[in-house]
């Protein structure tokens, strides 16, 4: 026999028998070398789920105890699997999306199966409203994409998306734990689960022939499972609870006899003309071959019809090339021939399979007959090659948990079974900030945290990590990151600015910005739900504020050469200057400014206080300023004013001479250049020496000076740009509203 080649026992726990089956791997062939066949004393297992544990056992032990004694050797594991009663499937379609395109590698692929497991595991708690646990136990992809182009293989493409169709099917914990204990009750252990469908499909229809549309009816005692292959996959599983047992139930009825007894005759049915029986009364009784079909007819019909539309519905709505019809069930008169008409097939489509796929499989027992019963049990033996699917237990932070092994188990893997927060496995990012600027909302998102810490043994691990049986798994959630933050400043349109021409210089002026209807600076943090606004506007006022203009006491600011108000609008390139009115006029706006509060800033019509850009001399009166008496008439002789200069005060003219020169006043005016005007005259005059353009320039007429004042004094055009006007105080960029010490060195040029 070999004493180093392994055995494989499979177990067939089926609702009326239970099938052992031993053999070995021979190269492609597998060496059947022991089979044993026992039914149930008791109907202990009901449509594929185990009611009856201790019985279900002692028959397992009872099949286990016949196998050792043919081969002559103990048997310690078994392969096993669960009904397609209790079997849930679900389809989905996952993808993957990368950055940049890449070539595709193993990993990936088996990322993206994990993705899609989890995927559907999400779809079917979403159409299951239940508390039992299911695991999933199996996966089949039908189609992979690359780039949303079907493909049958992905590694080594390049691909910016990757994307697969899969089945995933899962069994409840319960039924895991029933099978589990009665095999253990047995004096056996589990090595291999797999599922009664895909044991029978693995056998019955090998993949040389998957590229077609055939569906397999696997009609046992309980269920009948159904499987569908096209394009070289499976893509579908699906179950109707009905099959043999059904049928042995209604012979029951007609016969009136138990439930063993109408299985006997249900059998001899397909060999004898008359069968021979004892009803319940103790009373002798026969029926014939055809009695019996045709009090069958009616159920025989209604399995036919379910398990056409099954495969119609697991189909896409339409019927298949070819159905293959394996398991004891099968076997009754006239099913696949109802099962044909049902799918509008010619008969020889829809067929029993047994010897016919069995050319691979050497049977050391001549005797056995070989027939459609044997399919699904020597499959579930070839699933420990095909799979090696077992039930494990790992400690999971503490707990003790159990995994589905289908070879690739991971950290990943254990997490989900333990509904481990998928978010706290991965780097979480900071509580965002969201807001609005100028009506377009912006979103910050927080600082990226850290991920989970994972170890597996004690070892530093990852999601990806591999685990096996009795493995200790300890995960340390993620930690998020640290909340967004922002200020007016950081924001890009807050760094941009509105050209404007202010007394013919033209100036960037930076963007004001409200939040919340409420002007902020730039060092304000912004909030969630803050409603941001970056004006492209300046306030007449908040330009004098800004460049510290000292406005010459009764002048007017004029923009775009039209009276303005303290409130108005400065847009982008508009154009400000300050002239001087009429003595009424002027009067006027000194006679609003007659009230000083203690720092001695005057105050308007309305009681608030001006602005440092009114810059109105304290304590003196309107005479000393323009020139004339306390009864307002003007007087002939002029104040002593600045004579150093360009610029003429409006005073040392009458008002009638100011009426004629309105033009000169305008031009002057405007040929101020923005500088700083003085409120007042001022006896404190000082001189003050700078370097432009690396010749000495004199500045004079002024107790202090900034450095637009450089303009009054060299020659230097600005109505009449050339390119862009460079100015550098002390080697680095100048303000022109900054103060000018003795020596500064400044440059001033055209930058075309």
Not at 547 to 558: A, F, N, Y
Not at 627 to 652: F, L, M, P
Request: with cysteine; aromatic share 8%.
């Amino acid at each position: 026999m070999g004493e180093k080649r392994q055995l494989v026992f499979g177990l067939d726990i089926g609702t009326r028998s239970i099938v052992g089956t031993v053999g070995y791997k021979s190269g492609k062939k597998f060496v059947v070398i022991a089979q044993c066949n026992k039914e149930h004393e008791t109907r202990a297992m009901l449509d594929g789920q185990i009611h009856d544990i201790g019985q279900v056992a002692a028959t397992i032990k009872e099949v286990k105890e016949r196998l050792e004694k043919q081969i002559g050797s103990k048997l310690n594991k078994a392969c096993i699997a669960a009904a397609g009663r209790v079997l849930k499937t679900m389809q989905t379609h996952s993808e993957v999306k990368f950055q940049e395109d890449r070539i595709i590698q193993e990993e990936d692929v088996y990322d993206l199966h994990s993705i899609a497991i989890e995927d559907a595991y999400k779809k079917f708690l979403d159409e299951n409203n239940t508390d039992t646990r299911f695991y999933c136990v199996g996966s089949s992809v039908v189609k992979y994409y690359l780039n949303d182009f079907p493909m049958n293989s992905l590694v080594e493409h390049k691909a910016m998306t990757i994307g697969v169709d899969m089945i995933a099917t899962f069994l409840p914990d319960d039924v895991v734990n029933g099978l589990y204990r009665a095999v253990e009750l047995a004096g056996l252990e589990v090595s291999n689960v797999t599922l009664e469908p895909i044991a029978a499909i693995n056998l019955a229809i090998p993949e040389r022939f998957r590229l077609l549309n055939i569906a397999l009816v696997d009609v046992g005692a309980g269920t009948s499972d159904i499987s569908i292959t096209k394009d070289g996959s499976i893509i579908a599983f699906g179950m109707i609870p009905t099959a043999g047992d059904s049928l042995t139930e209604s012979i029951a009825h007609h016969c009136m006899v138990d439930f063993n007894t109408a299985e006997e005759i249900k059998r001899k049915g397909d060999t004898d003309d008359v069968i021979e029986y004892e009803d319940i009364m103790g009373l002798p009784m026969t029926i014939t071959k055809e009695e019996l079909a045709e009090a069958v007819h009616d159920d025989v019909d209604r399995m036919a019809t379910l398990a056409a539309d099954k495969i119609m519905e697991l189909n896409g709505g339409k019927s298949v090339g070819a159905v293959f019809v394996v398991g004891g069930g099968g076997v009754i008169p006239g099913y696949t021939k109802m099962l044909a008409e049902k799918l509008s097939l010619p008969e020889n489509r829809v067929a029993l399979r047994g010897k016919e796929v069995m050319n691979d499989i050497i049977f050391e027992n001549t005797d056995l007959e070989i027939n459609s019963l044997l399919v699904t049990p020597i499959g579930i033996a070839l699933s420990f090659y095909e799979e090696s699917n077992n039930f494990i237990f790992v400690n999971f932070n503490g707990s003790k948990i159990k995994l589905y092994d289908n070879s690739n188990l991971t950290v990943m893997d254990a997490a989900m079974q333990t509904d481990f927060p998928s978010s706290s496995l991965f780097p979480k990012s900071g509580k965002e900030l969201n807001f609005t600027v100028n009506g377009t909302i912006k979103m910050i998102r927080g600082t990226m945290g850290e991920p989970a810490v994972i170890k597996v043994n004690s070892q530093p691990a990852n999601l990806h990590t591999a685990v096996k049986e009795n493995d200790i798994i300890e995960v340390v959630e993620s930690q998020p990151g640290e909340p967004a933050h922002a200020t007016i400043g950081d924001l890009g349109e807050y760094k941009a600015f509105i050209k404007v021409n202010v007394n013919g210089i033209s100036v960037d002026l930076p963007k004001f910005a409200t939040v919340n209807g409420k002007i902020q600076s730039e060092y304000y943090s912004i909030n969630d739900g803050d409603v941001i606004e970056i004006l492209d506007y300046m306030l007449v006022d908040q330009i004098v504020t800004l460049m510290e203009i000292d406005v010459v006491p009764g002048s007017v600011p004029m923009v775009n050469n039209e009276p303005a108000k303290p409130d108005t609008r400065v847009y982008e390139n508009f154009s400000v200057r300050w002239e001087l009115r009429d003595d009424s006029y002027t009067r006027m706006q000194y006679d609003n400014l007659s009230s000083d509060d203690e720092d001695g800033a005057g105050s308007d019509e309305d009681g608030d206080p001006y602005e440092s850009g009114d810059s109105y001399a304290n304590g003196d009166s309107y005479e000393e300023l323009f020139g004339e008496d306390t009864a307002g008439n003007g007087s002939d002789e002029a104040v002593d004013t600045d004579t150093s200069g360009e610029n003429a005060n409006a005073s040392d003219f009458s008002q009638e001479e100011q009426s004629d020169k309105g033009e000169e006043k305008k031009s002057s005016s405007s040929a101020s250049h923005g500088r700083r005007h003085s409120a007042s005259p001022r006896n404190n005059q000082v001189d003050c020496h700078v370097v432009v353009n690396g010749k000495v320039v004199t500045l004079s007429g002024k107790s202090s000076y900034v450095f637009v004042d450089v303009f009054d004094f060299i020659d230097f055009d600005l109505s009449h740009p050339q390119g862009t006007v460079i100015t550098t105080l002390n080697g680095r960029p100048a303000q022109y509203m900054e103060p000018l010490q003795e020596n500064s060195v400044i440059e001033v040029y055209w930058k075309k």
